[in-house]
């Protein structure tokens, strides 16, 4: 007889754990044992469903590398007993989470199924009730040979699988809330679970996880905008102790010509500042050198992001900058994918 999968929930907090305050309307946490009696589903799924819960459960608003610390944590130390992880999480920060926790957990080679909902598991209409049980049966689903068929951190929600680290939240009220612009769903949901073979992470070797629990938040984003005034760039630029910079550019990688604007970069990638190329696009990748703005961006030593999410950008800077690599180390792994986060040009 086969065993019964074995799978290990950490509830951070969320709408999908939230209820109505009965004299505000507003919603507040609750707590897991709340969002369980919910979900009456979940016994007939048959796993053995153990729960790691934060206390108080935290709005996602309120997500910070502490916290990714601590969800990694958690995973790690529970990683031998269980076979897979599902992770309760609120929307609005979820995609940096995944992406943070793609990166912290070297070698994984379980599931780490984030999911949430739009409305609270208490309502009638709710998306959460499906979420969770569609996460619970990714989470324990194994291929032919019995190996888990999914690998990597991702993100589950209504009708599809994501990679976690090529996710973006795209709508704040339908209950397909999440997309990956730049990469292939990793699963469809519809009467069935359909897995993409080709897009989920091929592991090769199986190798002991190894946790990086110390993140670097010594980095900031600066959105490039029409109107964009000198001092205030070069006031950014110079902002005390910032490490790295994710420069969020128009179209394919492209920002203005202007002397002041292109001498300002040189001057702190010349400090050591690591500045990241990454377009406002939803779609598409940075091609430094199809335009001349591309291209004197490039030739001052901006590094080219390539398709990479924000979040993912933001949240690699993090982790490289938190092995106290050098800048130059850091740009040399930014411009290659450690956790599937990017496809490089051809």
Request: net charge negative.
């Amino acid at each position: 007889m086969s065993k019964k999968p074995r799978i290990l929930i950490i509830y951070t907090g969320g709408t999908i754990g939230m209820i109505e305050d009965p004299k505000t309307k507003a919603l507040r946490p609750f707590d897991f044992t709340h969002l369980i009696e919910n979900v009456p589903k979940v016994k007939m799924l048959d796993y053995i469903i153990d729960n790691i819960q934060f206390h108080p459960p935290i709005d996602s608003s309120d997500m910070n590398p502490e916290h990714w610390t601590d969800i990694a944590r958690s995973i790690a130390e529970n990683y031998d007993a269980y076979d897979g992880f599902v992770v309760l999480h609120g929307t609005d920060t979820m995609a940096y989470t995944a992406s943070a926790l793609s990166f912290m957990l070297e070698n994984l080679h379980k599931p780490v199924i984030i999911t949430g909902s739009q409305l609270p598991v208490g309502e009638v209409r709710t998306d959460g009730e499906e979420n969770l049980i569609t996460a619970l049966q990714i989470a324990a689903a194994t291929d032919e040979a019995g190996r888990p068929m999914v690998r990597e951190v991702a993100i589950l929600f209504e009708n599809y699988l994501w990679r976690g680290n090529r996710s973006t939240k795209r709508s704040a009220d339908n209950f397909n809330a999440f997309k990956s612009n730049n990469y292939p769903a990793l699963a469809k949901i519809g009467l069935g679970i359909q897995f993409d073979r080709d897009a989920l992470a091929k592991v090769e070797e199986i190798r002991p996880l190894n946790p990086h629990y110390n993140l670097n938040p010594s980095v900031m984003a600066i959105d490039l905008f029409p109107g964009l005034r000198e001092e205030v760039l070069t006031h950014l630029l110079a902002t005390p102790g910032i490490k790295g910079i994710v420069l969020r550019t128009y179209g394919a990688g492209n920002g203005p010509t202007a002397k002041w604007f292109v001498d300002a970069l040189k001057g702190a990638i010349d400090r050591g500042v690591v500045i990241l190329n990454v377009t406002q696009c939803v779609n598409g990748s940075v091609h430094p050198t199809r335009y001349v703005a591309g291209d004197l961006l490039a030739a001052t030593g901006v590094i080219s992001g390539a398709d990479i999410t924000f979040e993912a950008a933001i949240t690699k800077m993090m982790y490289l900058f938190g092995l106290n690599l050098s800048p130059l180390e850091v740009a040399t792994y930014l411009r290659q994918p450690i956790a599937g986060e990017i496809t490089l040009p051809n």
